[in-house]
């Protein structure tokens, strides 16, 4: 999820099952299903606490395990302290739905459902009955309304009328805004009572097919926002509004924290013969590389060897292997997402910027490196083309957001500083940047993807440069959004009556530990360079809070970070990219290359900063896991002065 500014609650994931109580079509394409349990209440699940089921925000979703004769008979999963780790095969039955309301006292809820052609969760619906079982999770975010909004306007789909339906049946009457939603028919126009002052503009879709129409693009483009500040929320089929989010921040120029598009379902295009063909004609392209050859061997012996079953299968596992191996050595897919991202190419061609000439003229670049970059986007399936036009494909849509942006833009320096991956060989061979060679290495190589160091090290370099530090800072605190509320909770922060805060996002966390203070009050103290340097002492506090301080420092220097910490604060709360699972997750071992590139320094594991921190006498080291167990902080590691 973007960085909004509705305020957010992160709520722990629980897989609750319950019971379908009540069935209604409210109108021909939207059937209301009400489901009601005991499980919707506090209790203990395998030894865990179970909080009572809350959903407080108009867009709060659930997952639903769709039941089908399959999921019968499928492990769904296993049910963790702040997370449900589902087992992959299961997350294909699932489907989110928009909680559209909540009878606490009967222990129900309800959620509606568009009718479709044919889809599980559609067909489940539209045939269940009462008294069916159903599982669900969720939800696992509740947001409120930004403050300080004058206007709102919500742009929706059927899918995402329950969302706007329980907007309107909740705004408070002071609430200012424009509504507009699409339909199929007139008869799925709905009575919705509400106390906000909106105007509500139906669009009928009649004969056009759903994911086809332009009705939600033309009304934004049609309307005039009021003087003052605008909160936008828009959701539907991902390629429809991908045209509306751009509007609304390019032509409209609403910040990106008050606009929030998100593509509630796709649209499946009908894989066409002459895909298909292209499809096979790419895998025996003459410029396929050795491993793509030895990929086709492998399936040329499959078929040679074929007649006997198991060979058969043998020979498929041994192919999957090398088309695997295959995909890893590709290098034009990172490559061309994050160019894409950073220039905007699928947000341009979803404002009708659809040809080379007009995104090269738009984006400032030549012509023909712009047709380089669209050809690369059509041969990764980002694009199609149509003509000297371009157009966004599904998986392009994907691309198009704030969200893909966040980690994709190489504007960004703390994203352009990941990139020191690229210079990993010469800083293996060479050593970091205080070499002589490597440094010239990557001054001259790295000037176009990684920040231009100029500072001895790593922290250095952020001490000196305001933007890269800011972006670090901000990366951070993206991440610690999920977990931040959890970490107030953890005993050491949430008793004490003061708290030091050492690494990133000090200003944010300072701000949330004086909005969660004990009844008796807090003080909290950012320590200055001089502190974390060791040439002043630590301010004495009940407990220090680090949050990624420990990244980027040779291992010296943050034991001497740590020890005089120690010295000064009863407890201490360490939050770090930890990268205990590195071998087995692919994104905690891309941390800890990254780092070490980007920094000479690795990450740390759990099992290291415990040690260290009981070498430097620190008594009752625990590791808590934070959160939902995935992201850049899983676990904190908590020690306390003896
Ligand atoms: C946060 C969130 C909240 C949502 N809330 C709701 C809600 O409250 N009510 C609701 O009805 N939907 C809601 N949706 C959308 C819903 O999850 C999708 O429409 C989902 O794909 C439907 O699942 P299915 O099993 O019926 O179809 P799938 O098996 O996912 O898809 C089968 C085929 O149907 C097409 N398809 C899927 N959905 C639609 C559709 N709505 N119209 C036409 N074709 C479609 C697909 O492109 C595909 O070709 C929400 C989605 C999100 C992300």
Redesign the pocket.
Known sequence: MPRTSRPMQVLPIVLREVEVTGIADITPNMRRLTVAGDQLSAGVVNGMPRPQFHSEGF?D?VKLV?PTPETESVDIGEQGEFRFKWNREALGFT????V?SVDADANSFT????R????????WAFSASIGDSLKFAGPKTSAGLSEGVDFHLLVAD???L??VRRWLETAPADTSGHIIVEVPTAEDIQEISTAADVEINWLIRSGTS??DSTLMYEAVKNMELPAGRTYAWC?GEALTIAPIRRHLRRELGLPKEDVEV?G?????AKKTEAAADEIAGDATSETATPLAAASQDAAADGVTTAGVDEFAEVSESSQSIVSNVHEMTEILPPIITRIAVTLGVGDLVAGGITTAEAIAAEVGIDTEGAGVVLTAMCALGLLERDGAAYLNTQAGAVLIGDGAGDGLNLDDPAIRDLFSIVNLLDILRNGHIDMPAPAEALTSAGEALTSTLTAPTWRAQRAVDAALDTAHRSHTLDHLRYVLDIILELEPIATAASVALAGDAGAEVSAALTRKAPESGRSVHIPGAASVAGEQSWPAVDCTLMLAGLTGRSRPEAKALLACILESSASLVVVEPLTDEAELDDHQAEELVATYAMTGNASWTSEELCQCLSDLGAVAVEVVDIGWGFGRFRSAVIARRP
Do not use: C, M, N, Q
């Not at 959620?111 to 568009?114: A, E, K, L, Q, Y």
């Not at 479709?116 to 067909?123: Q, T």
């Open positions: 867009d979703h769709i489907r989110d739905y928009t559209s959620f509606d459902v568009v479709h052609d044919s889809g599980l969760a559609s067909e059927e899918t995402a329950p969302a759903p994911g959701a998100i509630y379902w796709r649209k499946t």
